[in-house]
């Protein structure tokens, strides 16, 4: 009942988000847009984690590694200065991602627990100093990619992304089908499983079902839309570097979806919009801004235990029940109003008054007849 209350929840949160993101560009700057296309990249790494830790119960630190796999499969598939095919290379960079997480996931879901964060940490790192000494990925300095993939069917360019408003709107495309997709999904047979795994995995295998197989599966899916994630960023800032695959990567990513609160669909979306325009605001601020930020995040975490996500929907149904019983509190401020009920106490004030002037008039006789 409380799932069903939170996805409706996130249902009205996400839609209200799209539509201001939908309208954004139209009064947005050049930089805002390019800030808030960041975001909604990024969003959809924390959507994909978010699979992982609130919907399936495994807490991944290696999750970059989907991610910068991604960005690193547009560039070993694009060409050296002309710009790549958006149909081929986008989804080339997934499959590599969910081919890397099929491998990785076979061996990583055996384990449970603090072993299996440490397991897809110890993998992360393996993958990250591949690429951070190969001469093949261009070592620590990276790869630049000198053009945006182009989006040409037929011999007609349908939209180019050179221009950043066409990359907004491919950005935030992205983000609503994997939103969507994710919905679907966590609404089928399968999402319930998932649901069912991650609260009680001994009971789901005891009931018959093969628990290994759906977070494969849930493994699978998620690095694919990391891959997504990685592609996109990198042909929005034209580079790649080791840093896309690094650990620091995956707990920025599980920070945005405890903030924004796990097991819900739009909580990654707000926790990624909170924590980047957060970290935007403040290093203007200060040169220290990274110890604000640990304040800011240990309170929110403390004050908000379900997330951005869970304190809205608290406040949307406090604010709900106060609506509902406002006929109520009506009623009894009409009880106490003083106009309703001025001729009774005129009455009841009369009626004091001649019994206070006996009281008065008889004492006084006691007192003469004394």
């Not at 960079?93 to 890397?100: R, Y």
């Not at 221009?163 to 966590?186: D, E, I, P, S």
């Not at 960023?233 to 920070?255: D, K, Y």
């Amino acid at each position: 009942m409380m799932a069903r209350k939170y996805m409706r929840s996130s249902d009205a949160l996400a839609l209200g988000v799209f539509g201001c993101l939908l309208a954004f560009p139209f009064f947005g700057g050049d930089f805002y847009i390019q800030l808030i296309t960041k975001i909604m990249i990024l969003s959809i790494f924390a959507m994909s984690l978010n699979l992982l830790v609130g919907f399936t119960g495994l807490v991944s630190l290696g999750h970059a590694t989907f991610y910068g796999l991604g960005a690193y499969a547009l560039v070993f598939s694009s060409p050296q200065y002309d710009p790549a095919n958006l149909w081929l290379t986008l989804p080339f960079s997934m499959l590599a991602a969910s081919a890397a997480a099929l491998i990785i996931g076979t061996f990583v879901l055996r384990t449970n627990g603090v072993y299996f964060i440490m397991v897809t940490l110890a993998f992360a790192q393996m993958v990250y100093y591949i690429f951070h000494d190969g001469k093949f990925s261009g070592g620590s300095d990276g790869v630049y990619i000198y053009a945006k993939p182009e989006m040409r069917l037929f011999g007609l360019d349908l939209l180019d992304l050179e221009k950043t408003f066409n990359f907004y709107l491919l950005a935030l495309f992205a983000m609503a089908f994997c939103y969507g997709a994710l919905r679907v999904m966590l609404h089928s047979l399968f999402g319930r499983t998932l649901l069912g795994i991650r609260t009680n995995e001994r009971r789901m295998l005891s009931l018959g079902y093969a628990t290994f197989r759906y977070k494969l599966v849930s493994f699978v899916i998620a690095g694919a839309f990391a891959g997504l994630s990685g592609y996109l960023s990198a042909a929005q800032f034209g580079f790649v570097n080791p840093s896309f695959l690094g650990w620091h990567q995956s707990a920025q990513a599980l920070i945005m979806v405890i903030l924004g609160g796990m097991g819900t669909l739009s909580g990654p979306i707000l926790g990624t919009f909170a924590l980047v325009l957060l970290q935007e605001f403040l290093s203007e601020l200060t040169q220290r801004w990274l110890l604000l930020m640990g304040g800011v995040i240990i309170l929110a975490v403390i004050k908000l235990p379900h997330g951005l996500a869970g304190g809205l929907t608290t406040l949307f149904s406090a604010r709900k029940c106060t609506l509902r019983a406002w006929p109520r509190i009506q009623s009894v401020f009409s009880v106490l109003d003083f106009r309703h009920h001025a001729a009774r106490l005129k009455f009841i004030g009369r009626i004091l008054s001649q019994t206070l002037r006996k009281t008065a008039a008889s004492m006084r006789k006691r007192t003469s007849a004394k």
